[in-house]
């Protein structure tokens, strides 16, 4: 019986020849990365020994710098542990801090063909390299780290096939907008991409996607290999041997067709993306008080480009508050590089640490009254604040043109805005 991606990974990393939706599969783990918040006293009863110190990756993340002694005295049993066990791959608040996933992407730590195991529920953002990648809990990874081995039931798998290519000024951001709202939640599947849409979008957008599926419940969500992932995988020194294509005979729960060039700009409102997303402009106009752009979704170079192409040489309106979060410090050093960082606080942002950020609540907090947009990948109630506080999801592209105009809009581009603006 032919499979799919994510059951071809999993049957290979066990003892399984054929796996099929309900098995239980026992895998061998090839990278298991503990984050900051693992390492707090209540969460944390520390190994040992670990499986394999060069398979672990430490990333400090979620609450950096430590804003206050209990995490800095997290970070520190983190530190001891790193020392402890002779992990190389650490990246401790400095110069290699970053969103996990996304140092896992820079570097990459995830690769095509293998299984990648994290404490975070957006860990299927590597599901862009062709990796089965997904979130687990801090007991589970304390197992992973001690035996190199999980379990997982395989889950049916729903296939989108994607076609044609995203007009102009529009997202993956907004194709998974589409996605959530249309179909809904994906629980207990996984969920994989392919079609010859794919090959027009770049790695940052196709992590967006990925990253993304957490917020339907998605188990894996894992796209196919090809050229563009050749491509970046070679400019890192890793090859494309344990790339993993579907059968052609693969079964599937049910296989959608997308036409990109249908999609337009949309906005999760609050307070879940889940069957509840509407086209910018059908809210356009309501006014904000808050604008977010970053996380592990959102954060890459291309998002900070894409506003700082909308917010050159303009002003954010004076009612809002805009803050920009690089997802790591590598794309923070490329966007000083390319000048986007000065373009930006001229605009009047603010430019932060390469964290979680706003994203996990844990800065910056939405009061009662704020409305927010934010390009980061959760809107619940009280994930950014205090409960009343309203945030909406959509394209870094649309968080920066409401933050130009001090309400939602879906805008339009500067060469068009030239056009039709008098002098
Ligand atoms: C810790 C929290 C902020 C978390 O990172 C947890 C998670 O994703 O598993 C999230 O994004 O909700």
Redesign the pocket.
Known sequence: MGMTIAEKILARHSAHDVLAPGDLAVVEVDTAVPLD?NFYPEAWSEPVSVFDPDKVVVIFD?IVPAPNHRVAESLERGRAFVERLGITRFHDVGARQGICHQVIADVPYARPGEILVC????TCSSGAFNCAAR?IGTPELIYVLAKGRTWFQVGPTIRYDLLGELRDGVTTKDLFLHIAGTYGDHVGCNVEFGGPGLASLTIDQRRTLCTMC?EISAEFAIMEPDEVLAAYMAERGVGMDNAVWPDADAVYQDSRAIDLSAIQPMVGLPDSVVGNTAPVASVEGVPITRAFVGS?SNGTLEDLREVAAVLAGRRVHPGVQLLVTPGSQEIHRRALAEGIVATLIDAGALITTSS?GM????VNALSAKDVCIASS??NFKG?MGHPDARIHLASSRTVALSALAGHITAGTRRPQDAEVTPA
Do not use: E, K
């Open positions: 918040l979620h404490c975070d529920s957006h979130g957490a592990c979680c994203c996990a609540g844990f990948t959760r994930r």
